[in-house]
């Protein structure tokens, strides 16, 4: 499966952006799927993932309360809306998919076969 993350951009603090992440080859029904970030100088981070049922997910504490995932399987792309931004959300986001992720591994980065090219996010203070 081929993922296209898009929607990256620059935003000043306490605004708000929507991630999609637009796949094709296969349909991510039934596929976990996930959002990881990395800054400059920093490991990578998850963020937010959806198991395959969509029935379990997982948000970061830095993110949660802020951050939502979301699925619109008809057009085969997730989402990531991200609102009351801080500067330090600052970081390269990428998507990604795996087809046997454990609800436990969601925030596993390891756990995921498939990855998007990254997409800037700069939330200037």
């Known amino acids: 499966v081929q993922l296209q993350a898009s929607g990256g951009g620059l935003v000043q603090t306490g605004g708000s952006l929507r991630l999609s992440c637009a796949a094709s080859?296969?349909?991510?029904?039934?596929?976990?799927v996930g959002w990881f970030r990395q800054a400059p100088g920093k490991e990578r981070e998850s963020v937010a993932a959806?198991?395959?049922?969509?029935?379990?997910?997982f948000y970061s504490d830095s993110v949660k309360g802020r951050f939502t995932l979301s699925r619109d399987n008809a057009k085969n792309t997730v989402y990531l809306q991200m609102n009351s931004l801080k500067s330090e959300d600052t970081a390269v986001y990428h998507c990604?998919?795996?087809?046997?992720?454990?609800?436990?591994?969601?925030?596993?980065?390891?756990?995921?076969?498939?990855w998007g090219q990254g997409t800037q996010v700069t939330v200037s203070s």
């Open positions: 990604a998919a795996g087809a046997s992720i454990i609800s436990s591994s969601l925030g596993n980065p390891d756990a995921y076969a498939y």
């Open positions: 959806s198991s395959r049922t969509g029935g379990g997910t």
């Open positions: 080859g296969r349909t991510l029904r039934g596929v976990a």
